[in-house]
């Protein structure tokens, strides 16, 4: 089942890479005016729409038998059989504001779990593909990957909030106060995109440590897969295994993960 994983990821790439290519030659230099929800949304389904029709073609061309997911934004993620769950523009904030951070992903979910998962950044560092299979391991641009060991104190640590995060009180308050507990413990907080992205770094060893507050599944599990394929310890903000309707994620190289959670148990 690996191996034939691994063929179909082949084929992902190339649908994700040509996608990401189109987008990176249409996206705009300068911020696209919207100054309303309404405006900026209108804006991005121009953008968008037609690149997320490919993807999914393409897609269900490679696995005919695999549903389509929700919407991203939706944030829900199907419990049984296999889905393709993607995101022609993950990072559609950067991408409209003329900004190079932002990927496509495509993820094969088979009963609520991450099988397979491409991560594409067109306009990262020239381009770079991060890919991983269920038992088979983690790469970047087809070499392997494993996480990077550091004391916390002199990590770079990301952080993101989830859509519509206003909707759900508790996760933006935790947000907001392991946002200030995890800046008093570590070199440097950042927000650098793409949620996919920024958890598949952690598995790169770009960044030390990922975590988030609030139910994202759409967006974090490419990103997990990739992370816990390369050897990272993806778990909940509590510890607990990391599943598609938890409320919390931290995702951090193994000698990290420990001292990664002391400061986000200080918050309740």
Request: charged share 20%; aromatic share 4%; with cysteine.
């Amino acid at each position: 089942m690996t191996d034939e994983l691994w063929t179909l990821a082949e084929g992902v790439e190339a649908a994700v890479r040509e996608v990401g290519g189109k987008l990176a030659a249409r996206r705009p230099d300068q911020p696209t005016p919207g100054r309303t929800v309404a405006e900026a949304m209108a804006a991005f389904a121009e953008l968008d729409g037609s690149a997320a029709t490919e993807l999914r073609e393409r897609l269900t061309a490679l696995r005919p038998q695999a549903g389509w997911a929700p919407e991203e934004l939706d944030g829900s993620v199907p419990g049984e059989g296999e889905w393709w769950l993607c995101d022609a523009t993950d990072g559609a904030v950067q991408y409209l504001l003329g900004q190079p951070h932002w990927a496509v992903t495509a993820t094969l979910v088979r009963d609520g779990a991450a099988v397979l998962a491409v991560v594409h950044a067109p306009e990262h560092a020239g381009g770079r593909t991060y890919r991983a299979v269920l038992g088979g391991g983690a790469q970047l641009d087809g070499r392997p990957i494993a996480p990077l060991e550091r004391e916390l104190a002199v990590t770079v640590a990301a952080t993101s909030q989830p859509p519509r995060v206003a909707d759900d009180p508790v996760a933006l308050r935790r947000a907001g106060e392991s946002l200030s507990a995890m800046a008093g413990a570590a070199l440097a907080v950042r927000n650098l995109g793409p949620t996919a992205l920024q958890v598949a770094q952690v598995g790169s060893g770009h960044l030390a440590l990922f975590w988030q507050y609030g139910a994202d599944a759409g967006n974090l599990l490419p990103g997990a897969l990739i992370a816990s394929e390369a050897g990272a310890a993806v778990t909940d903000a509590a510890g607990a295994a990391w599943t598609a309707d938890s409320d919390g994620f931290l995702a951090a190289a193994p000698g990290l993960h420990a001292d990664a959670l002391g400061v986000l148990r200080s918050v309740s």
